[in-house]
């Protein structure tokens, strides 16, 4: 059985060396490692990992909320003077690397460790946002774009493998939806900035928005260091022989727990047996994914895209809108995004307890179905000219109020429902899937706005209103109990499978 014994002092860095112990690969060993991390209260610990894991999806915010809010900017010929099919299509390229850095980032997640690649793949956003300042041509800019994906992509499968095998399964639930909905954080951030970046009276109009990409890179180098700090999962390190350096893990995180709660920890429980296999071959890793569980890998899939193409569709393209239809000067656009951007934070924040009271499914069904005819309802409007510039922007509020929740859970639900040992790959190949299926959308409803027509808009809309809501049924039909389950329940690790046909180790 593991060591139970006590430590305490400073995380250590994650040894480098064999990703598998060649001492314990093959063998059998009881462990209670999940155990111990789900049964920890709530602590400062518990905060540390929540800040430094979930800037990712601050970042991811800003940078999309900077490319929003620029797009006015970036049309003009007093700076580089782009097409607004142009605007939409950088969208496209930051979605196409986002899904190219997941895939390959994701599986160097499975191997390597959760710890290890989300230095690496901030380390990629940082460089590739100071680069897109420097744009002289579209090329230079969708290039750069791109390459910012890759690694906020790359930041997905590590960072969402990591918080679910960090926080403990009781309150995993709505912690994992809080930290997707910080990505509204960025935006208002981005929001803040640009409002006066690109006005023009107080910055050059072609230094403005070039200053902005700064924003990124100044809040990702500081998240940078309180990383270090953040150990590797000790669920990795266990699926992958590494007990020793697992339970030292484990040890130093309950010395830090006991150290701000004050008492005594509760039992652990009864451990579980571990075969560790190592890296899983990517043809096992589909069989497990498609053929084990393919209700899951539909209802995953359907979750990704519903929320993926709804959410490209109006926020890649929220500037133009407001620029074509209702004639908002470009300086004025981030003080739109602000109230669209409070509502998305407090959905995930004010009831995301109950994907953990009253379940994963019905609250996953009505953040999907509920939020798709309010928007079918707003396009209406939109086509009878009864919504201003103020009014959509309240409308969008409230959508998003519930779709937001609906989006998190999407990650929230293909992190939970697969094996440990493919778990960061899962992610990784669901939002490629998902995000390459949505990556149109910013180009598709471009070219609609560039129409000026408000009918072929309102259909656009109606074909997210129809992909979310039908990704809702879906959910009711296949949703998973994840609510307050550990995650060696809710999907059996593949070692732990093959540790119950040998002969347990002495």
Not at 1 to 24: C, H, I, L, Q
Not at 231 to 241: F, I, K, V
Not at 251 to 267: F, H, M, T
Not at 361 to 379: E, K, N, Q, S, V
Request: aromatic share 12%; hydrophobic share 50%; net charge neutral.
């Amino acid at each position: 059985m593991d060591s139970m014994a006590n430590g305490a002092g400073r995380f250590r860095p994650t040894e480098v060396g064999r990703v598998v112990n060649a001492k314990n690969e093959g063998q059998v060993h009881k462990t209670c490692v999940p155990a111990r991390m789900d049964r920890l209260p709530w602590s400062r610990w518990h905060w540390l990992v929540v800040l430094a894991l979930g800037i990712t999806w601050i970042l991811d915010g800003l940078e999309v909320t900077i490319v929003g809010s620029i797009a006015g900017q970036l049309t003009r010929p007093e700076t580089v003077h782009f097409t607004d099919v142009e605007v939409s299509g950088a969208g496209t390229a930051y979605l196409v690397g986002a899904v190219i850095g997941a895939l390959f980032f994701g599986k160097l997640t499975d191997m390597l460790g959760r710890k290890r690649l989300f230095m690496i793949t901030l380390a990629l956003y940082l460089v590739a946002t100071v680069a897109t300042a420097f744009t002289m041509n579209f090329i230079w800019f969708a290039a750069c774009r791109a390459l910012t994906g890759a690694g906020i992509g790359g930041e997905y499968a590590a960072i969402n493998s990591a918080i679910d095998e960090l926080i403990p399964a009781r309150v995993r639930g709505h912690v994992d939806l809080a930290i997707n909905g910080t990505w509204w954080v960025g935006t208002i951030i981005g929001s803040i900035a640009t409002a006066f970046l690109l006005n023009p009276s107080l910055v050059p109009i072609d230094l403005g928005w070039r200053l902005t990409f700064g924003l990124g890179a100044i809040l990702g180098g500081a998240i940078l260091l309180v990383r270090r700090f953040v150990p590797e999962s000790p669920r990795w390190l266990m699926m992958h022989g590494r007990f020793e350096e697992a339970n030292r893990v484990v040890d130093e995180i309950e010395a830090e727990v006991r150290k701000s709660s004050g008492g005594e920890l509760p039992d652990p429980g009864e451990p579980i047996s571990i075969r560790p296999r190592g890296s899983v071959k990517f043809t096992e890793i589909i069989s497990t994914m498609f053929k084990k569980y393919p209700q899951r890998a539909f209802l995953g899939f359907s979750l990704m895209v519903g929320q993926a193409f709804l959410y490209n569709a109006i926020f890649f393209t929220y500037a133009l809108v407001l620029k074509t239809f209702y004639h908002v000067p470009s300086e004025s656009v981030p003080w739109f995004i602000i109230p669209f951007a409070v509502g998305n934070i407090l959905g995930p924040l004010t009831i995301g307890r109950l994907f953990d009271t009253i379940g994963r499914r019905p609250m996953i069904a009505f953040t999907y179905i509920f939020p798709g005819i309010l928007l079918a309802i707003t396009g209406w409007l939109f086509t009878q000219g009864v919504l201003d510039a103020v009014t959509q922007t309240i409308a969008w509020s409230i959508i998003f109020f519930f779709a937001s929740a609906g989006a998190s859970s999407a990650y929230l639900t293909v992190s939970e429902v697969f094996p440990l040992e493919i778990r960061a790959m899962a992610i990784a190949l669901f939002y490629a899937v998902a995000t390459g299926a949505a990556a149109i959308s910013p180009v598709f409803f471009g070219w609609l706005i560039q129409s000026g027509s408000v009918w072929n808009l309102f259909y656009g809309y109606l074909i997210g209103a129809a992909l979310m809501a039908g990704a809702g049924v879906v959910e009711l039909i296949y949703g998973v109990k994840a609510e307050r389950q550990s995650l060696e329940s809710i999907a059996s690790p593949l070692s732990v499978e093959a540790a119950l046909v040998v002969p347990e180790a002495a």
